[in-house]
């Protein structure tokens, strides 16, 4: 079966870190550059983070940029979000996705599977 399943999401305090996983299980997620997106209250879907299937190299919105690494492990078929300097504005739902072209795009319609999602809260 074919999916993404993710972990790590929860409660912090403004400043905190937290760590997500996307686990892939029934295809390889090294095949797949892997973004992270996410959806505050009221808010469209954003991308926010994306390594690219080789590691070659990795894209990061603006509001991220320097308090966020994307990374990925392929012996354990996982790509990981660290957030580290949580601000309440990065108060949303989480989701990671695969994109078999490559592109890396904030475009949702590139990706074709997603993770369930995970809630993050920053507290002030």
């Known amino acids: 079966q074919v999916q993404l399943v993710q972990s790590g999401g929860g409660l912090v305090q403004s400043g905190g870190s937290l760590r997500l996983s996307c686990a892939a299980s029934?295809?390889?997620?090294?095949?797949?550059?892997t973004a992270w997106f996410r959806q505050a209250p009221g808010k469209e879907r954003e991308g926010i983070a994306c390594?690219?299937?080789?590691?070659?190299?990795?894209y990061y919105r603006s509001s991220v940029q320097g308090r966020f690494t994307v990374s990925r492990d392929n012996a354990k078929n996982t790509v990981y979000l660290q957030m580290d300097s949580l601000d309440p504005d990065d108060t949303a739902v989480y989701y990671c996705a695969t994109d078999r072209w490559d592109y890396c795009s904030w475009a949702l319609s590139y990706y074709e599977h997603w993770g369930q999602g995970t809630q993050v809260t920053v507290s002030s």
């Open positions: 390594i690219s299937k080789n590691d070659h190299y990795t």
């Open positions: 029934g295809f390889n997620l090294e095949d797949y550059a």
